[in-house]
T-cell receptor, first 115, second 110 residues
Framework: GAGVSQSPRYKVAKRGQDVALRCDPI?????LFWYQQALGQGPEFLTY????????KSGLPSDRFFAERPEGSVSTLKIQRTQQEDSAVYLC?????????????FGSGTQLSVL | LAKTTQPISMDSYEGQEVNITCSHNNIATNDYITWYQQFPSQGPRFIIQ???TKVTNEVASLFIPADRKSSTLSLPRVSLSDTAVYYCLVASGGYNKLIFGAGTRLAVHP
């Protein structure tokens, strides 16, 4: 399809494990965002890429969270030594330009459960 | 960053018009007002965006008064499938960084 694709759709991890979440944005989209959404809450901003450059990582909750987009397309969000409070839906969004007012297209998210 | 305030929940019935009002008192000159819709187990979906006055598309209308301190999303003749969470956002940061609040949970009843 032509939308934003995220994988896996569901991930169960034991506390202390490392996880990697993948995002395939819409082809050609310059901007890519990661959001974290806890149950019953609105999405919270984690980080922003413009092409391969990570321009804003102010929302990453700790140094256990790391995101990359090495070739300016696919992005990976990595969480090291997962904790129970990391359980949430992780949403990826992309847009065609890094300008104000540009529409964001979201994927369906990866639901992470840390046991 | 401009903060938005909107009702936590609303109820309506099929066929009625629904108006959801959002307050954004400290909106900046360059900020756009954007509304997203989210169904369970899906990511948010863009509905409509505006800067001032009125914007209409095939899904909804957006009314923005001259002072831009509030906006109203209008959904005509809602159906059960319009049951969702609706987010009012003010784009900020220069690169369309969206700050979501808790949104308004709209329940449409038969």
């Amino acid at each position: 399809g032509a939308g934003v694709s995220q994988s896996p759709r569901y991930k169960v991890a034991k506390r202390g494990q490392d996880v990697a979440l993948r995002c395939d944005p819409i082809s050609g989209h310059v901007s890519l965002f990661w959001y974290q959404q806890a149950l019953g809450q609105g999405p919270e901003f984690l980080t922003y890429f413009q092409n391969e450059a990570q321009l804003d990582k102010s929302g990453l909750p700790s140094d256990r969270f790391f995101a990359e987009r090495p070739e300016g397309s696919v992005s990976t969000l990595k969480i090291q030594r997962t904790q129970q409070e990391d359980s949430a839906v992780y949403l990826c969004a992309s847009s065609s330009a890094g300008t104000l007012g540009e529409k964001l297209f979201f994927g369906s998210g990866t639901q992470l459960s840390v046991l | 960053l401009a903060k938005t305030t909107q009702p936590i929940s609303m109820d309506s019935y099929e066929g009625q018009e629904v108006n959801i009002t959002c307050s954004h008192n400290n909106i900046a000159t360059n900020d756009y007002i954007t509304w997203y819709q989210q169904f369970p187990s899906q990511g948010p979906r863009f509905i409509i965006q505006g800067y001032k006055t009125k914007v209409t598309n095939e899904v909804a209308s957006l009314f923005i008064p001259a002072d831009r301190k509030s906006s109203t999303l209008s959904l005509p003749r809602v159906s059960l499938s319009d049951t969702a969470v609706y987010y009012c956002l003010v784009a900020s940061g220069g690169y369309n960084k969206l700050i979501f609040g808790a949104g308004t949970r709209l329940a449409v009843h038969p």
